[in-house]
């Protein structure tokens, strides 16, 4: 019997997901960028992203920036990779800060956003940003290689079984001796 076109859509969607994940994970360790998948470390950015979600940070350039925004960059310092949202756009760089926060992150010290260290936005569908809620912290963000490789076998797990899963209406039979 075919499968439904809903069953078929799910299977097309994890298989991109699971190509995306695995991709992004080879592009992070090769480049030394946080193009892809990246887990949230912090409530900083709650309620937007809470704590071990993992977000989707596509490639752009500064110019290309807005305020409202929400970015992954190099802080140069601990937590190596930071994802804020843009609050301010100038000559000198881009300003940043968590939501959760109340202070700009350049009072910590951290200098403006320039195009050598802004790693990428995180894009927004209906004014929410791409994320996976949980799956994070399991993956343990960018800096963690052992913990982005589990994610990336759990999803490829994940993925053969629900393309090759058991189907309750195919049976086999067993023969009688």
Sequence with gaps: MRRSLLAASLDLLL????????????????????WGWVGIHGSSMQPTLSNGSLVLSVP???????VGDIVVYRSGTLPPIICHRVIAVGPDGILTQGDA?????????????TAETLYGVVPQIAGRPVAIPALGALAGGSEN?????LVMALGVSFGFLALGGADPRRR???RSR
């Design 101 to 113: 926060s109340s202070r700009v992150d350049q009072t910590y010290g951290l200098p403006p956003i």
């Design 60 to 66: 752009a350039t500064p110019d290309q920036l807005q």
């Design 15 to 34: 298989i991109c997901f699971v190509v995306s994940l695995a991709g992004s994970a080879v592009i992070q360790r090769a480049c030394g960028s946080a």
């Design 172 to 174: 086999t039979r067993r």
């Design 145 to 149: 290689p052992v913990g982005a490789h």
